[in-house]
């Protein structure tokens, strides 16, 4: 997408057991009786489009002050954390990437307030509002599609993008409004190997919105 760094944003849980518990565990109760003790943590770490390793940045717990739903545990931790360490990094050159918990407008809106880009995952199933408009668009032909051939290994794998800019995150008169992009890889038969979509405030063009679009601009092709 033309940004130098992304930060990629998820929730681990290495830990259960149902007797030895502290003050700190998050704890499921069971209908059967049983209760579950566990521990939860925020893992974020430094990505880069054409890099294959990853750099891990500290760690945040969720502990069960941060709420008792799944949802506002991970984005209260994710709060914390980058109020705790936004001011050791470049955030104009940092895109944050995540799950679909993140693609809520206060969140996104957040993000922006503290110089950071956004880029989570946007399911249908939890954003009808933005879906509606992205089926008008494909019903009046445009909604954007660009279509690229990759190898991967001895295989070619046939890229689809489909992509919209400017449309409202919700249904209100303040919606935020973002830039939509759906990836979809197939193999040369036709058999999905990949999909899924997210959201943006990265303008998307035919130009930036594949990897290897970004390295030709760059290296002047």
Not at 103 to 113: K, Y
Not at 157 to 170: D, F, G, S, V, W
Request: charged letters at 25%; aromatic letters at 12%; a neutral charge.
């Amino acid at each position: 997408m033309g940004y130098k760094f992304t930060s990629t944003q998820d929730t681990r849980e290495p830990f259960f057991i149902q007797k030895i518990h502290c003050n700190n565990c998050s704890v499921t109760n069971h209908r059967d009786g049983t209760i579950t003790y566990y521990h939860s943590v925020i893992t974020p770490v430094i990505v880069s489009p054409g890099q294959k390793h990853a750099i891990p940045l500290c760690p945040e717990f969720i502990t069960p002050q941060d709420g008792y739903e799944k949802q506002d545990s991970e984005i209260a931790a994710d709060k914390r954390w980058i109020y705790k360490y936004t001011s050791k990094y470049a955030v104009r050159l940092i895109t944050i990437l995540g799950d679909d918990l993140y693609s809520r407008q206060p969140f996104c809106e957040e993000r922006l307030e503290l110089g950071f880009h956004f880029m989570p995952v946007y399911k249908r199933e939890s954003h009808k509002t933005l879906y509606k408009w992205v089926d008008l668009l494909e019903s009046t032909g445009d909604l954007h599609v660009f279509t690229k051939k990759v190898r991967n290994g001895r295989k070619t794998e046939i890229h689809t993008y489909r992509y919209a800019n400017k449309l409202p995150i919700r249904d209100t008169d303040d919606a935020l409004m973002v830039n939509w992009c759906e990836l979809t890889i197939c193999d040369e038969g036709g058999d999905i190997l990949y999909k899924n979509a997210f959201i943006a405030d990265h303008k998307i063009t035919a130009g930036n919105v594949h990897p290897s679009c970004v390295r030709e601009k760059l290296d002047g092709k």
